[in-house]
């Protein structure tokens, strides 16, 4: 809660009046079905995932709070601001961007992404076109490129390390949260 | 001069370089000599028979003949010409030849002299040889011909050069980034034009510069032929220094978008400098011309580019010409853009983009790399030629010499680049989540290199409309040197003073691929969920509209539910294999291993033990592709062994009428068992299903009765190999490979087990096809079964000979990006 979210005002502003256009039943509160109804999130290989992120472990609901602190991750990083190590990481800076992909690959939040986790997702962005063998074997070949500790699962850091070429910043951006 | 050149070579490789540069000056005497005898005879003929051509003048010889014939019993009969002289009867075709052979001539040149090529831009040096082989031509009392004549440069030396940009044209980051260049491309230039046009003219109204008769219209044209980013220069110089890819995309787009803003203002300029005046209406008409233009070019392109994939839909049955479509489609979207005056270079960028996705789904693989192989041959030798003919046109053209105009123009346009860049990076800086820096900006501002383009359409200009021409000429040649001399041979410094962010050469990594589609479709979905019609969302749109009505007409058989995904990783596996194959020359096996070790045993040597346990093999389709790639690799390096052998002596092959494929396939195994323990990464081994040449082998060598049929035929015993099949309870059989020999030392016994053949129909018969497809003439296609089977099985050999030929892709960053972005 303490976060400096660095949203500003406008920001704010959109933000609450997509939820509230989302709250169908003006309960402040949003639950899965609300997500649920964007039609296009149901056509979105990992919506339920994207959807399943917003909700803390044990919640049913998610506040206006919540929702703005998702989103703030999808800002734009401020290389203005200069980087204050005594404040805590801010919730849109590279590595929490990447936490979060993470976070959605790791759906048993043990840290890492087990083989059965990684093969949970190429099935559902490969959506039933390709044969288990397949799968399988990109999943494979996957976790031995960027398993460097051979523990056959992919931690947060071998994740970081692989995504080291690709520009998060500029990828895990929404542009009209500049 | 040798001699000379002799003294200044540095001790180390004194003769090498000595015979290099030798070599080089000789080349140069001789086509000089041979071009200016060429130049010679052509003025005798054209002198002597005014109607023109040697054709008529061998006519007039042949009545002449008949009329001797018919009526002269006076003249002697002349001896018949066993051997006669016929110049210029090859002339046109030869001189044409002898140049290119002297363009590629000196490429080969440059690269066989080290240290010349690290420091100067191969560019740099093109012109100087053609500024020498004109100097030469001059000297030989001959006139230059004028080479870089703008029909031959826009119609025959260009395209080339274009069409290799667009098709190649990474989509990704050019999308990305499409605001920034087209920002530059149209505002940069514009500012670029009227600021140049405009100083110009206020120079040129200065009291005694003696230039004041330059009126403003033409110096508009001025300035807009010479304020626009050139893109052969451009890649002729980038291609060196290796610039990170968002500045190689910016400067490159730029140069190949402000095609469209040239085009409207050199023909706006053009058509009312002979009125002297341009009004409010004629500016709010080239605004509406530039955007047909751009548009129109655009949408040429792209009717060209579906027709072409369109076509190539249905050349399953004749893959030869299949690179020929691509080839004639893209030029004539760029002529028929140039007759309507449209943009031609932005139809062939579009044509190029537009038709890749789906012809390099159609095409086979061997096509695919003529294609490439043509386009970067042909870009390369007009390139060449480019820089020699203005180097040799510089030694040809009338010159006025004027210090003023010259060094103002100059000097304007660096001033005009660098300013343009920076107020417009200010701007763009306000839209863009990656800013560019100072550094970018530098290295776009100093990129910024004028090229052949705005020689020829200079050229091009009327010499009565505009006295000035020559003028302008010599101003032209003048920054085009400035450009490609000064600045491309400094920005290579510059690049590492300045320490830009060089081009990663590293490849993507399947992780990076995976992680990036997750990551669009993340975006995707946060952008639904705040009701933002982002970038992903219509990214998205188009890639979904694309797979479901698109795809489906352009793609042929069942390749267009691959998914990407799919599509680059049987890419990437492809390219290690090649590269594993290429690079290991030898099993590096420890020497020490006895015979008959298991693939089980060496692995937990390698390996931690967790990973050990994952030793029995799975088989997928990948892993399939991934060997027979390996496999077909092998065949270059095999097939010289393979030569000597006589095909009676092969086991025929039911399944296919090569007989000497059998053993082919025999010596592929060795070498893929060998390369296999190399592979330590890999324990996955393919699934060959039962009618596949892995099984046929495997069943004609564990003596089966197909061996009896053919009479007279005789196994070479195989000292490296057998196979032995056992049949498993599923009915899916394991194929034990033994390599060993008792007496060979170092040798691998792989168990290979092969998983439940769950594949679905799609999945055999993509199998299947794979299958017939790599004995048969080694295409990549994965699906349509058996069609390939019927062209190739006429001319086995013929084909063999020809896949053997191909040098296999290059580590070229285009081949990983995903069709679309």
Redesign the interface.
């Known amino acids: 809660m303490n976060w400096p979210l660095y949203v500003t005002p406008a920001h704010i502003v959109r933000?609450y009046d997509?939820f509230e256009?989302?709250d169908k039943e003006k309960t402040g509160h949003l639950r899965p079905q609300d997500?649920g109804a964007?039609n296009?999130?149901a056509?979105?290989?990992?919506?339920d995932r994207?959807i399943g992120a917003f909700f803390s472990p044990g919640q049913e609901t998610v506040d206006f709070h919540s929702f703005v602190r998702i989103?703030a991750h999808?800002r734009?990083a401020d290389?203005k601001h200069p980087k204050d190590p005594s404040m805590p990481e801010p919730v849109n800076s590279r590595t929490s961007k990447l936490k979060f992909?993470f976070q959605?690959?790791d759906q048993d939040k043990d840290g890492k992404i087990s083989r059965a986790e990684l093969l949970q997702?190429?099935r559902s962005?490969?959506?039933m076109?390709?044969?288990?063998?397949?799968l399988?074997?990109?999943a494979?070949?996957?976790i031995?490129?960027?398993d460097l500790d051979?523990?056959?699962a992919i931690s947060f850091e071998e994740?970081r390390k692989?995504?080291e070429?690709?520009?998060i910043?500029?990828?895990?951006?929404?542009?009209?949260?500049? | 001069m040798s001699v000379r050149v002799a003294l200044h070579s540095p001790t180390g490789s004194r003769s090498f370089l000595e015979r290099g540069l030798l070599l080089l000056v000789m080349l140069i005497f001789l086509e000089g000599t041979v071009l200016t005898l060429g130049a010679a005879s052509s003025p005798d003929i054209s002198a002597q028979d005014n109607t023109g051509g040697g054709h008529d003048r061998r006519d007039d010889h042949r009545g002449i003949a008949g009329s001797h014939e018919h009526t002269n019993y006076t003249y002697t009969k002349k001896a018949f010409p066993v051997l006669s002289l016929d110049y210029h009867h090859i002339q046109v075709p030869f001189e044409i030849s002898l140049w290119v052979l002297l363009a590629s001539l000196m490429k080969l040149g440059f690269h066989l002299i080290p240290r010349l090529s690290s420091i100067v831009p191969e560019s740099c040096l093109l012109i100087v040889v053609g500024l020498l082989v004109g100097g030469l031509i001059k000297l030989a009392g001959e006139e230059v011909p004028p080479v870089l004549d703008s029909n031959l440069f826009f119609l025959c030396l260009l395209p080339p050069i274009i069409l290799d940009a667009g098709y190649f044209l990474p989509i990704r980051p050019f999308m990305?980034n499409i605001g920034t260049i087209l920002m530059f491309a149209v505002v940069g230039t514009l500012w670029n034009a009227f600021f140049v046009g405009g100083l110009l003219y206020a120079v040129c109204q200065i009291e005694g510069t003696y230039l004041s008769q330059v009126e403003l219209l033409p110096c508009l044209l001025f300035g807009s032929i010479i304020s626009a980013v050139d893109p052969v220069a451009v890649l002729a110089v980038f291609e060196e220094i290796h610039i990170n890819e968002l500045l190689h995309i910016l400067v490159f787009g730029e140069s190949l978008l402000n095609d469209a803003v040239t085009v409207v203002l050199y023909h706006l300029f053009e058509e009312y400098s002979g009125a002297g005046e341009v009004t409010p209406t004629d500016v709010i008409l080239g605004v509406i011309c530039f955007l047909i233009v751009s548009l129109g070019g655009i949408a040429v392109g792209a009717i060209y580019g579906i027709l072409a994939a369109f076509t190539s839909r249905f050349t399953s049955h004749t893959r030869v010409i299949e690179p020929l479509f691509v080839f004639v489609y893209s030029y004539m979207a760029y002529l028929s853009a140039e007759m309507f005056h449209l943009s031609g270079i932005m139809a062939l960028i579009a044509c190029g983009a537009v038709m890749r996705p789906y012809v390099e789904a159609n095409i086979s693989h061997k096509s695919h790399t003529t294609v490439k192989y043509f386009l970067k041959m042909w870009s390369s030798v007009s390139e060449t030629l480019i820089f020699i003919f203005l180097g040799v046109a510089t030694v040809a053209g009338p010159h006025a010499w004027n210090w003023t105009f010259v060094s103002v123009t100059v000097i304007l346009c660096l001033v005009s680049r660098v300013i343009g860049v920076v107020g417009l990076t200010f701007i763009i800086n306000k839209f863009r989540?990656?800013?560019l820096t100072t550094k970018d900006q530098f290295i776009v501002a100093y990129g910024g290199l004028r090229g052949a383009i705005a020689f020829s359409l200079g050229y091009l200009l009327d010499k009565d409309l505009f006295p000035m021409r020559t003028m302008f000429l010599t101003a032209i040649i003048t920054e085009i040197f400035f450009t490609v001399f000064v600045q491309g041979m400094t920005i290579k410094p510059l690049v590492d003073l300045l320490a830009v962010k060089k081009k990663?050469e590293?490849k993507r990594?399947?992780?990076?691929e995976?992680?990036?589609?997750?990551?669009?479709?993340?975006?995707?979905?946060?952008?639904?969920?705040?009701?933002?019609y982002?970038?992903h969302?219509w990214k998205d749109k188009l890639n979904?509209f694309n797979k479901k009505y698109i795809k489906k007409c352009l793609i042929a058989g069942e390749r267009y539910?691959?998914?990407q995904?799919?599509a680059f990783?049987h890419k990437m596996?492809f390219k290690q294999a090649i590269e594993l194959v290429e690079s290991g020359g030898g099993v590096k096996l420890p020497s020490a291993m006895p015979s008959q070790v298991s693939m089980q045993n060496i692995q937990p040597k390698k390996?931690?033990p967790?990973?050990a346990e994952?030793a029995l093999p799975?088989?997928?389709?990948?892993?399939e592709e991934e060997i027979r790639k390996i496999l077909r690799s092998n065949l270059q390096k095999t097939r010289q062994r393979l030569r000597s052998y006589n095909r009676h002596t092969l086991v025929a092959d039911p399944f296919e009428d090569g007989w000497n494929d059998f053993l082919l396939k025999k010596q592929r195994m060795i070498e893929l068992e060998k390369k296999m323990t190399e592979m330590s990464?890999y324990?996955?081994v393919p699934?060959a299903p039962p009618d596949s040449p892995t099984m046929c082998r495997a069943r004609l060598a564990s003596g089966d009765d197909f061996k009896a049929e053919k009479a007279g035929a005789k196994v070479i015993p195989d000292p490296n190999a057998f196979y032995n099949i056992k049949a498993s309870s599923d009915g899916v059989p394991t194929i034990q490979v033994d390599l060993a020999s008792p007496q060979s030392p170092d040798s691998v016994n792989m168990l290979n087990e092969f998983?439940k053949r769950?594949?679905?129909d799609q999945?055999l018969g993509q199998r299947e096809g794979a299958t017939r497809d790599e004995d048969q003439g080694l295409m990549m296609k994965l699906s349509s079964a058996g069609k390939e089977e019927k062209e190739e099985g006429g001319n086995k050999n013929p084909g063999l000979m020809r896949c053997l030929s191909d040098p296999g892709p290059s580590n070229e960053d285009e081949e990983d990006e995903p069709f679309l972005p």
Not at chain 1, 129 to 134: D, I, K, S
């Open positions: 933000l997509r256009a989302l997500f964007i296009r999130l056509m979105n290989p990992i919506g994207i989103l999808f734009p290389k992909a959605l690959y997702v190429l962005m490969l959506e076109q390709v044969t288990e063998e397949q399988e074997s990109i494979d070949r996957t031995q490129e960027a051979k523990d056959d994740f692989s995504l070429k690709v520009n910043d500029h990828k895990m951006s929404i542009r009209f949260l500049r | 990305e989540i990656v800013k990663q590293a990594s399947i992780n990076e995976i992680h990036t589609q997750f990551l669009d479709h993340l975006l995707t979905g946060i952008e639904d969920i705040c009701g933002h982002g970038h969302h979904r539910k691959e998914p995904l799919i990783y596996e390996l931690p967790a990973v994952r799975q088989f997928t389709k990948g892993r990464n324990l996955t699934a998983s769950g594949a679905t999945g």
